[in-house]
């Protein structure tokens, strides 16, 4: 029988395939906004813009009404006034090349091979989804490529940088706070540890297991409660390591210092409308939220902004958890965490979706090894669960905005399937992925998919 012939992708051709894909939507995009009414162009992007115009008049950005973003993005995109007013989709295009290349050496890192890597990496670069919402100007791969490169740097032990990168990306956006505790766990003992740490580790390690709860001399051992309690102790008390330390005061000292900045220039309207605005926020909009018909129905009530608040709680708690479990396989556990608070929400729309997508050509591979979540098996079912509630999401939402349909009611009953949908793909995953920490002995990384086919 004649052998199918392979059509594999150099990483050179892939690249040179988005780049064309992302053309072919940039010049789609220009014709639909010139000559039909509903346009191509994020509504976001026409904030960003207006807002850098107010820049180069010498007035504050926020001058813009629902400017909700750092000022750096709007000195970012003053080329929209000078040069032409695409400039920052073509930023945003550029991001996305650059997360590629970022996934394409993380990827290498962990000992895939280069042909390997280009598949998974395609789910990225080929993505209709991603290059969509980038071409149509929302500024998510700027944040998606800071997050990723502070984890490259942090891969690569260059954590003084990674932690610059990490303490501005959340100045540009607060939702990779997320990822503290998870970065804060990959710093263990392993990171950057050396032969005799390692050795030490070891021998504390036989010395506990020859005491078996009791103490070396022989006296008699504590109550299991005590136990507990002092263990505890002293877990936290060794979680507070230096290099742990220096992390937090290099990233949070970033981060105060660009944040410190903007207040100095913009005083509290930054403060409130970049941050705090956030906190309290009431989006009575249709958006893909389980909590969206709640906000809707006490938009005017008092105790409206008390629910908005709460529901960070659930989220906040399942993100802290999932951080303290899988921090060690920081992309993996990265993915969860994302597609959790996105799950979890009090407002979520689709460029939300780009936060997890940046993580998915990593997560992919720690499937590839159990049958049951092959794309044959479970995999599929997962697809079509998360595209099938959108699209019956998507379908009611046209009934509203365009129809002017009173659908709420419908569309209440699809963010809980929705909702209901990703509970379960996230309970897969956990449930069925290889969990594959980065590091191993002495500090190395771990060649995980370096002999998986």
């Known amino acids: 029988m004649p052998r199918v012939p392979s059509f594999d992708l150099s990483f050179r051709q892939l690249v040179g395939a988005s780049v064309a894909l992302h053309l072919v939507l940039l010049a789609y995009g220009h014709w639909q906004d010139t000559h039909l009414v509903v346009k191509y162009t994020d509504i976001d992007y026409v904030v960003f813009s207006d807002a850098s115009r107010y ?24 080329p929209n006034i000078y040069l032409h007013e695409s400039f920052g989709k073509w930023v945003f295009t550029a991001a996305d090349l650059l997360t590629g290349v970022l996934i394409q050496r993380i990827l290498r890192l962990r000992g895939m091979s280069e042909s390997r890597a280009v598949k998974f990496n395609a789910i990225w670069l080929l993505n209709p989804i991603v290059a969509n919402i980038s071409t149509r100007g929302n500024a ?39 990822y503290s505790i998870a970065l804060l766990v990959l710093m263990d003992g392993q990171y950057g540890s050396s032969q005799e740490s390692t050795a030490a580790s070891t ?20 109550s299991p409660r005590r136990n507990v309690v002092t263990r505890t102790i002293k877990d936290l008390i060794d979680f507070v390591t230096w290099r742990r330390v220096q992390f937090g005061l290099v990233s949070g000292g970033w981060f105060f210092l660009i944040t410190g900045l903007m207040y100095h220039m913009y ?9 705090l605005y956030h906190i309290t926020r009431k ?13 809707y129905l006490t938009f005017t009530s008092p105790t409206g902004t008390l ?64 049958p049951r979540m092959s794309l044959k098996s479970q995999g599929w079912k997962m ?17 509203l905005e365009f129809l002017g349909q009173n659908t709420f009611w419908n569309l209440f009953l699809a963010s809980g399937l929705m909702f209901a949908t990703n509970v379960w793909i996230l309970v897969e995953l956990i449930s069925g992925a290889d969990y594959e920490p980065i590091f191993g002995d002495r500090g190395l990384i771990r060649r995980v998919w370096a002999t998986r086919a």
């Not at 490169?149 to 610059?164: E, P, Q, V």
């Not at 989006?283 to 906000?295: G, L, P, V």
Request: proline content about 3%.
């Open 55 to 78: 820049l180069t008049q010498g007035l504050s950005p926020y001058t813009r009404a629902t400017y909700r973003y750092t000022p750096l993005l709007a000195w970012m995109l003053t």
């Open 140 to 178: 998510e791969s700027v944040i998606g490529v800071m997050v990723l490169g502070s984890f490259y740097l942090i891969m690569k032990k260059r954590t003084g940088w990674g932690a610059f990168l990490y303490g501005l990306s959340v100045h540009f956006k607060t939702y990779p706070i997320i």
């Open 203 to 222: 021998l504390d390690e036989k010395n506990q297991d020859i005491s078996g709860g009791h103490s070396i001399s022989g006296s008699r051992a504590k």
């Open 267 to 275: 005083g509290y309207e930054f403060l409130f409308e970049t941050y």
């Open 283 to 295: 989006d009575h909009r249709h958006n893909f939220s389980f909590w969206f018909y709640n906000i």
């Open 307 to 370: 629910v908005g608040v709460l529901t960070f709680v659930p989220q906040l708690a399942l993100v802290l958890a999932i951080g303290c479990c899988f921090g060690k396989d920081i992309f993996f556990c990265a993915f969860l965490q994302t597609f959790a608070f996105v799950a979890w929400n009090k407002v979520c729309t689709a460029q939300y979706f780009m936060w997890y997508i940046v993580f998915l050509p990593l997560l992919i591979p720690n499937l590839a090894t159990n």
């Open 383 to 399: 697809l079509l669960g998360w595209a099938v509630t959108q699209g019956l999401w998507l379908s009611q939402a046209y009934n």
